[in-house]
């Protein structure tokens, strides 16, 4: 790594060489990162983007005369082009990169200006001691890598009132029919979604699947409290997600095992004559860092795909509710 970058600093001879010289070490560092410690953290979503915006930055305005948006400008094509080699080279697909944004753009941004100020204010920070401090960054970002550990699990709620009884709506939250295609776009990007449940079986130790556009979750039946409860255990869960990319189609290592639901339930409470108030949770860990960046995404895609369902169930238990009112007695 030290002779990479000595190598960099000394071939650097204008802003083209700089851009094009950034992405090989951020690549480089990456490569470590998520191929070898199996990690996406704190390296590659907040290290390397503070490379790519502050190496560009630094190392043209300590040779060149350039503005702060100049500056600005090395950086971000330095950025532009990193992600042009994630999807080409079938790496990392469109929908990751558009979640990675927001946090990307701010550390370039604020590496970018560090880069630029260090230089207006004549650091005398030499070759060897600039080089020294990028490799101890580098090794320090990466053992914080190798000990990362998911927190306690996290949980997610939704709520929805259903104007039918209890009895209905448990019914229908054991297991249902298929659900109309979406149509939002957010499940259009390639996020799995859910699209019918089925169960074999009844009480606790049923075996329930929820099926999704990616394949089935396995849901062993742990607490079947009718029609108030119904608690569930993950056995196996499918892909979160099918990434899209315009060149190939690509399995990046994040879609295995980084985001993992370990339980979910359904609670039924009435609360009032034929109305019913349903909530759904789900618990899950995430092992992407910083985790209270990705729990964004994650909380916000588990709310999309349980409103999915709880909205079905709503509409299917209404609509029998109506049918039974309607139906003439026979006496």
Same mark, same amino acid.
């Given at each position: 790594?030290?002779?990479?970058?000595?190598f960099?600093?000394?071939?650097?001879?204008?802003?083209s060489?700089?851009?094009?010289?950034?992405?090989?070490?951020v690549?480089?560092?990456?490569?470590?990162?998520i191929?070898?410690?199996?990690?996406?953290?704190?390296?590659v979503?907040?290290?390397?983007?503070?490379?790519i915006?502050?190496?560009?930055?630094?190392?043209? +305005?300590?040779?060149?005369?350039?503005?702060?948006?100049?500056? #600005? !400008? $090395? &950086?971000f094509? =330095?950025?532009?082009i990193s992600?042009?080699?994630?999807l080409?080279?079938?790496?990392?697909?469109?929908i990751c990169?558009?979640?990675?944004l927001?946090?990307?753009?701010?550390?370039?941004?604020?590496s970018?200006?560090?880069?630029?100020?260090?230089?207006?204010?004549?650091s005398?920070? +030499?070759r060897?001691?600039f080089?020294?401090i990028?490799?101890? #960054? !580098? $090794? &320090?970002?990466? =053992?914080?890598?190798?000990i990362?550990?998911?927190?306690?699990?996290?949980?997610?709620?939704?709520?929805i009132?259903?104007?039918?009884?209890?009895?209905?709506?448990w019914?229908?939250?054991?297991?249902?029919?298929?659900?109309?295609?979406p149509?939002?776009?957010?499940?259009?990007?390639?996020?799995?979604?859910?699209?019918?449940?089925?169960?074999?079986?009844?009480?606790?130790?049923?075996?329930?699947?929820?099926n999704f556009?990616?394949?089935?979750?396995?849901?062993?039946?742990?607490?079947w409290?009718e029609?108030?409860?119904?608690?569930?255990t993950?056995?196996?869960?499918?892909?979160?997600?099918k990434?899209w990319?315009?060149?190939?189609?690509?399995?990046?290592p994040h879609?295995?095992?980084y985001?993992?639901?370990?339980?979910?339930?359904?609670?039924l409470?009435?609360?009032?004559?034929?109305?019913?108030?349903?909530?759904?949770?789900?618990?899950?860990?995430?092992?992407?860092?910083?985790?209270?960046?990705?729990k964004?995404?994650v909380?916000?895609?588990?709310?999309?795909i349980?409103?999915?369902?709880?909205?079905?169930?709503k509409?299917?238990?209404?609509?029998?509710?109506?049918?039974?009112?309607?139906?003439?007695?026979?006496?």
């Amino acid at each position: 790594m030290i002779i990479f970058i000595s190598f960099f600093q000394k071939g650097m001879k204008s802003k083209s060489t700089i851009v094009l010289f950034t992405p090989a070490i951020v690549f480089a560092i990456g490569f470590i990162s998520i191929y070898f410690l199996g990690d996406y953290g704190w390296t590659v979503f907040v290290f390397l983007p503070f490379l790519i915006g502050f190496l560009p930055s630094y190392l043209a +305005s300590k040779k060149l005369e350039l503005s702060k948006k100049d500056c #600005y !400008s $090395l &950086s971000f094509t =330095s950025l532009l082009i990193s992600l042009l080699v994630l999807l080409i080279c079938a790496i990392e697909g469109v929908i990751c990169i558009v979640m990675a944004l927001p946090i990307l753009i701010l550390i370039i941004w604020i590496s970018a200006y560090i880069g630029y100020t260090i230089n207006k204010k004549k650091s005398k920070l +030499s070759r060897a001691h600039f080089t020294i401090i990028l490799t101890l #960054y !580098s $090794l &320090s970002f990466l =053992s914080f890598d190798y000990i990362n550990e998911p927190e306690e699990m996290m949980s997610v709620k939704t709520q929805i009132v259903v104007n039918a009884p209890i009895e209905k709506v448990w019914d229908n939250v054991v297991s249902f029919d298929t659900i109309p295609e979406p149509q939002e776009f957010f499940f259009k990007t390639g996020i799995a979604y859910p699209q019918n449940a089925t169960i074999n079986g009844k009480g606790v130790g049923a075996i329930r699947y929820c099926n999704f556009t990616t394949g089935s979750f396995v849901e062993p039946i742990i607490t079947w409290n009718e029609p108030n409860l119904l608690q569930f255990t993950v056995a196996s869960q499918p892909l979160p997600m099918k990434e899209w990319n315009p060149f190939w189609d690509i399995y990046p290592p994040h879609l295995d095992g980084y985001l993992k639901s370990y339980k979910g339930q359904f609670k039924l409470e009435r609360i009032g004559n034929n109305v019913t108030l349903l909530e759904g949770t789900t618990w899950y860990k995430v092992d992407i860092y910083p985790q209270f960046y990705w729990k964004i995404w994650v909380n916000t895609i588990i709310h999309k795909i349980h409103y999915r369902v709880l909205k079905h169930i709503k509409s299917e238990s209404e609509k029998e509710n109506a049918q039974s009112r309607n139906t003439p007695k026979i006496i």
